[in-house]
């Protein structure tokens, strides 16, 4: 009885140990939030400030659209680049992603000559 006990028991731990390290994988990323529209404004923040430099690493990007008229984009070195949402999408897209050193440029694809803005990575 003891035997099956301490048996079942210890499979509840594993078990239990093995969903918190699925669920909480990303749990103390740094969080960056990006804001596109709903007019032609574009912006990346960390804690509520713009950023401006960031250190290498990995990063939860939160991604709140608000207009279907705009997209938010990031390139970066290397041939980095990545689209976070597309025109005509409205709501919140989350993506984890690496930053390697170098300079990055977010922007709104169809209107990027006036919604954009730059950040370093250290």
Not at 40 to 68: E, N, P, R, W
Not at 108 to 116: G, R
Request: overall charge positive.
């Amino acid at each position: 009885m003891k035997r099956t006990l301490l048996v079942m028991l210890a499979a509840a731990l594993t078990a239990a140990a093995l969903a918190g390290a699925a669920f909480g994988r990303h749990a103390g990323t740094p969080t960056l939030v990006g804001t596109v529209g709903p007019g032609y404004t574009i912006q990346l923040t960390q804690g509520g400030k713009a950023v401006k430099t960031l250190k290498a690493g990995t990063y939860k990007f939160v991604i709140h659209d608000k207009a279907s008229i705009h997209a938010f984009s990031l390139d970066g070195p290397h041939g980095f680049a990545k689209d976070f949402t597309q025109v005509s999408f409205v709501g919140t897209k989350t993506m984890v992603v690496k930053l390697k050193p170098g300079a990055y440029k977010y922007y709104c694809p169809p209107h990027e000559s006036m919604m954009f803005a730059h950040f370093t990575v250290k």
